[in-house]
Nanobody, 122 residues
Framework: QVQLVESGGGLVQAGGSLRLSCAASGRTWWIYGVGWFRQAPGKEREFVVAISWSGGSTSYSDSVKGRFTISKDNVKNTVYLQMNSLKPEDTAVYSC???????????????WGQGTQVTVSS
């Protein structure tokens, strides 16, 4: 099994920054990649960004490209999401997920964290 724990959410004003963390534990050698997803009230969950477990490949949604940066600490088995120039429409519960099989970086995730709330005020 793989366990994922997110941290770093909170309340920030528009234009501000936050950094989310996703710490992976357990059978981390199963992991092919980690992604961040978000779900706003009344909306479907959407893909935000993903990184391969080696850290060599990334994929960003158009809505966050240029503002968000994903990175990975290979020693700590932790994936970070640096979010800059935040907008009110970025408000959502952000969840990280791990993928244990090859495939598109935007889907196919098996393990999920509990989620962390990000609220951007205008």
């Amino acid at each position: 099994q793989v366990q994922l724990v997110e941290s770093g959410g909170g309340l920030v004003q528009a234009g501000g920054s936050l950094r989310l963390s996703c710490a992976a534990s357990g059978r981390t050698w199963w992991i092919y990649g980690v992604g961040w997803f978000r779900q706003a009230p009344g909306k479907e969950r959407e893909f935000v960004v993903a990184i391969s477990w080696s850290g060599g490949s990334t994929s960003y949604s158009d809505s966050v490209k240029g503002r968000f940066t994903i990175s990975k600490d290979n020693v700590k088995n932790t994936v970070y999401l640096q979010m800059n120039s935040l907008k009110p429409e970025d408000t959502a519960v952000y969840s990280c997920a791990a993928r244990t099989s090859l495939g598109p970086m935007t889907r196919g995730y098996d393990y999920w964290g509990q989620g962390t709330q990000v609220t951007v005020s205008s």
